[in-house]
């Protein structure tokens, strides 16, 4: 077994997009601040309407995958297609933009917390263009399991071990092989993880500062910080004094070129151009 250490770490800023939503974008800032297949979290978490009830108005997206959850709040959100998706708290959103998807995320509340993360998870070329697909996550569908020493562990994505068991998440069998958990543990509780070695991870503290790596060699990395990990096949977390709240995500890196404009995201230069054009003819989807 080993610990994969903290390597580096990617600082959070805030920033607003949408419709003027604030949020704190860690992942994502820049074109080298990813981490394959991640390109992008933000955390969105107010207790004033202002920062975000405009919301995110109709938007489009092409060649990744958009994963909202929520921990407080209510969001609405309706696509060209016709879908529609009520996103409560402690449920998720997992969408495929595939080709093409022009979609409105919007708050249905005006007031108290709204609370929550949006990820970007790249796809392989030969899916970027593959039609768009929902998964919405209701709360009661995402498993929770105690952890052996206290705390808790929810899985959204991929299958967790704890004390043992196997612990699968409602998204499966996607070809980044994801694993998103939320993990919430007491002070001085401790949470450990496998995860494959070729895959790539990091933590995200929300709530509270945590210690990565293993026993003796832990290094401290403070809330709205993604910590990037080093090599190994098991992910050890401390709560880093009080009680600490975190994501925890691994994939399987794409290794494939990445061309970027906004929100769509390809291989090349030409696909982008494609992309913008036929968002503006009216036919990205
Ligand atoms: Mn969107």
């Not at 938007?59 to 959850?69: I, L, Q």
């Not at 709040?73 to 879908?83: A, E, S, V």
């Not at 080709?99 to 949006?118: A, K």
């Not at 769509?264 to 982008?272: A, D, G, K, P």
């Amino acid at each position: 077994m080993t610990t994969r250490p903290l390597l580096h770490i990617i600082r959070s800023i805030p920033t607003s997009d949408g419709g003027g939503v604030k949020l704190r974008r860690s992942l994502g800032q820049g074109p080298g601040l990813r981490l394959d297949p991640f390109l992008m979290l933000d955390e969105f978490s107010s207790e004033n309407p202002d920062d975000y009830v405009a919301g995110f108005p109709d938007h489009p997206h092409r060649g990744f995958e958009t994963v909202t959850y929520m921990l407080d709040g209510h969001m609405l959100h309706q696509d060209h297609l016709g879908h529609r998706g009520d996103l409560r708290a402690g449920g998720a959103q997992w969408m495929t933009a595939g080709r093409g998807i022009v979609h409105s995320e919007m708050p249905q509340q005006e007031s108290g917390r709204m609370r929550g993360f949006q990820l970007w998870v790249n796809l392989p070329a030969r899916e970027k263009m593959k039609p768009a697909a929902y998964r919405d996550i209701q709360p009661e569908e995402i498993p929770a399991a105690d952890l052996p020493g206290g705390g808790r562990v929810k899985v959204i994505a991929g299958t967790a071990a704890v004390d043992g068991e196997a612990v699968a998440g409602p998204i499966r069998g996607l070809s980044t092989d994801p694993l998103f958990m939320d993990v919430r543990l007491p002070a001085g509780g401790r949470f450990v993880q496998p995860v494959g070695e070729g895959h790539n991870a990091f933590v995200y503290p929300y709530e509270g500062a945590v210690e990565i790596g293993p026993a003796g060699g832990e290094q401290r990395l403070e809330p709205q910080t993604a910590g990037v990990l080093g090599a190994g096949d098991t992910i050890e977390v401390r709560a880093g004094g009080g009680e600490a709240a975190f994501l925890v995500l691994a994939a399987r890196p794409l290794g494939e070129p990445i061309a970027q404009y906004g929100p769509f995201v390809m291989n090349t230069r030409e696909e982008i151009e494609e992309a913008i054009h036929d968002y503006q003819s009216g036919r990205l989807a």
